[in-house]
């Protein structure tokens, strides 16, 4: 493929606060990088970037995207729960009900993430960050099945999931009913062109698939075009070093 998933990149009003919350939780080391600026890296290769941007734009609705982290056993769950509680997330409600058996919690800027109980199936064998679970339409879930070349690994009521080849962490797309767009998305994928690849040629090739150009980053300091997905969710296009 011409670009791959660099980073899931979080707006942030303090980064270096986030960056240290997502650190703590995932176990990951914490860089900062004069070219992308806040990272953790990924730990294998299987894994990709989280990044942290400075944004003060505030939230103020739900995230179309979300962690759900795995857990090995009910003690497993409960550890999670506790080590992210002390690092400063809080329980979140979104209206789940009593019967279901993950937690829901929101990291110390509001973000959204499941502590997923052990035994889902579905997430069997994808690492300790299981999946990336988007609010999306099929068509969503096809374009970024052939924007990043990952295949489909479920396409059933309009649902759809991708895995890279490799394993590793799943993104799904749930389908309707669809939440309210709250404007810009506070968490986001940033694809990167690869080396001695165009990144005109890139551009041209998600549009071709679905993909609508935006404009650049407002962070002058980053080389980053901003487009979004066939329904409408912004993503960045960074360029090669």
């Known amino acids: 493929m011409t670009s791959h998933l660099f980073a899931i990149s979080f707006d942030a009003s303090q980064p270096l606060r986030l960056a240290q919350f997502w650190s703590g939780l995932l176990g990951r080391e914490m860089i900062d990088d004069p070219h992308d600026g806040l990272l953790l890296p990924p730990a294998k290769d299987t894994e990709f970037h989280i990044r942290f941007a400075p944004n003060q734009q505030p939230k103020v609705v739900q995230n179309r995207m979300h962690f759900d982290l795995t857990s ?7 550890q999670t729960v506790a080590r992210a509680l002390e690092l400063g997330a809080r329980h979140a409600d979104i209206g789940q009900g009593p019967e ?39 068509k969503v879930g096809y374009f970024w099945s052939e924007a990043l070349g990952w295949p489909l690994i479920w396409d059933q009521d309009e649902e759809t999931a ?17 939440m309210p767009n709250g404007g810009r998305d506070r968490v986001q994928f940033d694809l990167a062109v690869r080396a001695g690849v165009d990144r005109q040629v890139e ?39």
């Open 203 to 241: 551009v041209d090739r998600l549009l071709s698939l679905g993909a609508t150009l935006i404009g650049s980053d407002q962070d002058p300091s980053v080389n980053r075009l901003v487009l979004a997905d066939p329904d409408g969710a912004e993503f960045g296009l960074l360029t090669p070093r």
């Open 100 to 138: 279901i058996d993950h937690v829901v919690l929101a990291d110390p800027e509001g973000n959204e993430f499941d502590v997923i109980a052990p035994g889902n199936n579905f997430l069997a064998g994808c690492g300790f960050v299981g999946a990336l679970a988007c609010d999306g339409s099929q």
């Open 72 to 78: 090995s056993s009910l003690e497993d769950q409960r």
């Open 162 to 178: 991708i895995q890279s080849p490799n394993g590793g962490t799943k993104i799904s797309w749930g389908g309707p009913p669809y």
